[in-house]
């Protein structure tokens, strides 16, 4: 499955953004969806994963309450809500696919993966 993020930029601290991916190549609906982020000089980190169905959702707890993943199956589209945006959610954030039916966290796990997009958040 080939993966296209979208929807970054530079906001300032406490706005919101919306991150989205669209997958082609495959049946969307048999993967489940993550999202991760980059910052300079840190590992990638699991932010938000999502079930195949989108019946089940799991964040990190520094997005918990702020971050809302979602996706549209029949458009074959994952997106990340950012709200509340800190300057420490400053990344490249990446969208990750996994052929199966629970969310992992680990990138080690996810088979397919999105170009990156950037967020920057000023404060």
């Known amino acids: 499955v080939q993966l296209q993020a979208s929807g970054g930029g530079l906001v300032q601290a406490g706005n919101s953004l919306r991150l989205s991916c669209a997958a082609s190549?495959?049946?969307?609906?048999?993967?489940?969806m993550g999202w991760f982020r980059q910052a300079p000089g840190k590992e990638r980190e699991f932010v938000a994963g999502i079930s195949w169905s989108g019946g089940d959702t799991y964040y990190s707890d520094s997005v918990k309450g702020r971050f809302t993943i979602s996706r549209d199956n029949a458009k074959n589209t994952v997106y990340l809500q950012m709200n509340g945006l800190e300057a420490e959610d400053t990344a490249i954030y990446y969208c990750?696919?996994?052929?199966?039916?629970?969310?992992?966290?680990?990138?080690?796990?996810?088979?397919?993966w999105g170009q990156g997009t950037q967020v920057t958040v000023s404060s």
């Open positions: 190549g495959r049946t969307f609906s048999n993967y489940g």
């Open positions: 990750a696919a996994r052929n199966t039916i629970v969310i992992v966290t680990p990138a080690s796990l996810y088979n397919y």
